[in-house]
């Protein structure tokens, strides 16, 4: 557990370094399961990347860095912390009130055991793919999020684990 913490407190200040010095960190919380019925409770940090493309009448590319800590509430077995960072691209439309929004991601996990539930990671590192989608409205999101872990092949067996989530982002 301690380790689990040292690694979200490097993922979050490393993503400092790596985002602008004057802009406010965003904070979200999700609950999600898996497919083998885990619980997953995820704590973030996010820095927006302070930037625009394709901009349009119908909306914009924007994205955010992302640092988290996610507790894994499986039985005592498959119970699991992981840290993880990663760039996610999103498709915000265009509205006034209310924003929907796609998002997609890749980025990096750290998790301290290497099996959840009855799936062998191999590895401790695993690669982080996520997709979601959602709306925001008054400086708040929230949305749906899957999430990927896998560690590419990189060592066998390479059974990778999903989770499926609600989540709920504020910005300050």
Known sequence: MKKAISLAVAAVVGCG???SSAQAADFSFSVGQT???TQTYRFGVQYDFDKSWLQSDVGRLTGYWDGAYTYWDGDET???HSVSLAPVFVYEFAGENFRPYVEAGI???FFSSTEV???DLSTSFQFEDRIGAGVRFSGQEIGIRA???SNAGIKNPND???SYA???RLSF
Do not use: K
Request: hydrophobic residues 25%.
């Open 17 to 19: 370094g790596v985002c």
């Open 166 to 168: 609600l989540h709920y």
């Open 117 to 119: 539930e009855d799936n």
């Open 78 to 80: 498959s119970s699991n």
């Open 35 to 37: 497919g083998e019925s």
């Open 107 to 109: 980025g990096v996990a």
């Open 147 to 149: 999430i990927h872990y």
């Open 160 to 162: 990778g684990v999903e």
